[in-house]
């Protein structure tokens, strides 16, 4: 069964949110199939995600892909392909792109 959401936000980063950032940026179950992005970008986006431990299996990248896609088709007309890559055994973000249809 999938939990609903009740509230999630989507925010730039800013240095009033380097506490949240440092929680999952240090903690290396979160960032171990992290990778830079690749491709020379041109009309392409690559979109990355990565989601603090004790929210993991709650929606929560699911439900962020599903707002945030729409929006950078929205704010930037020159990107004609969003991309996103999974490093090999993270199932969990396969599963992910499998329900926003990728």
Known sequence: M?????????RRLELSGVDDFLKWASDPRV????????GDGRCRA????????????????????RMVVPRVFGE???VCRVEA????GNWASERVLEKVGW
């Open 2 to 10: 999938e939990q609903s959401l009740l509230f999630l936000r989507i």
């Open 31 to 38: 960032t171990r199939y992290l990778r830079p992005g690749t």
């Open 46 to 65: 690559h979109m990355s995600y990565a989601i603090v431990a004790e929210h993991w299996g709650k929606g929560v990248a699911t439900t962020a892909l």
């Open 76 to 78: 930037f007309p020159e």
């Open 85 to 88: 890559f999974v490093e090999v």
